[in-house]
Nanobody, 125 residues
């Protein structure tokens, strides 16, 4: 069993930056792909970014490409999401998720096996 816990959310002005972290316990992250998703009020959960087991391959949603960077430190069993040039439309609860398939990329939330409880990000205009 894997437990994931996000941190680093908060309130920031438009144009600002935040760095989210996702710490894993119960199992090391090094064998699995990881993803970030977000869900705004009244909207469905949407894909944000994905990283393969080694960190060598990443994928991003078009809406965050060039502004967000996903990375991982397998030695620390921690996943990161650096968010720059934040916009009000980035306001959402952000979730990290684990995919037991180390090399496979999916942007579908129902294909991920473990989830954290989420962290709120609010971007004010």
């Amino acid at each position: 069993q894997v437990q994931l816990v996000e941190s680093g959310g908060g309130v920031v002005q438009a144009g600002g930056s935040l760095r989210l972290s996702c710490a894993a316990s119960g199992r090391t992250l090094g064998s699995y792909a990881m993803g970030w998703f977000r869900q705004a009020p009244g909207k469905e959960r949407e894909f944000v970014a994905h990283i393969n087991w080694s960190g060598g391959t990443t994928h991003y949603a078009d809406s965050v490409k060039g502004r967000f960077t996903i990375s991982r430190d397998n030695a620390k069993s921690t996943l990161y999401l650096q968010m720059n040039s934040l916009k009000p439309e980035d306001t959402a609860v952000y979730y990290c998720a684990l995919d037991r398939r180390p090399k496979y990329f999916s942007g579908a939330s129902n294909e991920y096996d473990y989830w954290g409880p989420g962290t709120q990000v609010t971007v004010s205009s």
